[in-house]
């Protein structure tokens, strides 16, 4: 497996682009926007797109999917459908960001358990909610590996104060869901740098273990 990081839109978000390098089949995780920089990287890496796949229903992650889905051929999987009613206003939501979005319907939404395939590569998914109802962490468990979205960032956690964003089952998402599937994973979040859930298990000031002794963040 190998991914490679593309920050797109004003809001510098991580697009992932993901390939199985036996097949040289990929996906691109989160294409919210610039598509002909996606387009580009696709061509540099010679990967073939068969999938596209979103973690959540923000404009900034999923703004342009449905658009690149159209040009290129290929569905979309994911988010959990609680993320519907964020996907629904997205046409709307584009200008008040100065930016160009598309609603969309996935041609799967994801459940919590549900695997995604890559190439030859199997992905399973994590329903983690609390920066949106319905976003979805994929894993490659093999290479200890982890797209987040926004639920988790080096040294932060997503935002809460969304529309049925919650505190309670953000941390609950990063700690039960996140955190017993090992120190050794590597996650890219969907802004800023990589890191690994050890590393923010012990040093994240919102959900690191002595964080939390002290009780959730205000």
């Not at 994973?185 to 002794?213: C, I, K, M, Q, W």
Request: aromatic share 6%.
């Amino acid at each position: 497996m190998r991914v490679g990081i593309i920050p797109v839109t004003p809001l510098e978000q991580n697009c992932s682009l993901l390939w199985c390098t036996a097949t040289m089949r990929g996906a691109l995780v989160d294409p919210g926007g610039d598509l002909p920089k996606l387009k580009q990287a696709i061509e540099k890496t010679g990967v073939t797109i068969e999938k596209i796949l979103i973690t959540h229903g923000h404009l900034d992650h999923c703004g342009q999917a449905g658009i690149l889905a159209k040009e290129l051929g290929v569905p979309i999987e994911g988010p959990h459908e609680e993320d519907r009613f964020w996907i629904a206003q997205l046409s709307d939501d584009g200008p008040r960001w100065n930016m160009v979005a598309q609603t969309f319907e996935p041609d799967r939404w994801l459940e919590d358990g549900d695997t995604v395939t890559v190439g030859e590569l199997t992905l399973d998914v994590v329903h983690c909610p609390g920066h949106t109802p319905g976003h979805v962490v994929f894993h490659h468990a093999e290479s200890q590996f982890a797209m987040v979205g926004d639920v988790l960032f080096k040294g932060g956690i997503g935002r809460w104060d969304f529309p049925r964003g919650n505190l309670e089952d953000l941390v609950s998402s990063i700690t039960s869901k996140l955190w017993p599937l090992g120190d050794g994973v590597t996650f890219v979040p969907g802004h800023g740098p990589v890191s690994t859930f050890g590393d923010e298990r012990r040093t994240n000031p919102y959900v690191s273990d002595a964080a939390l002794e002290r009780g959730l963040p205000g």
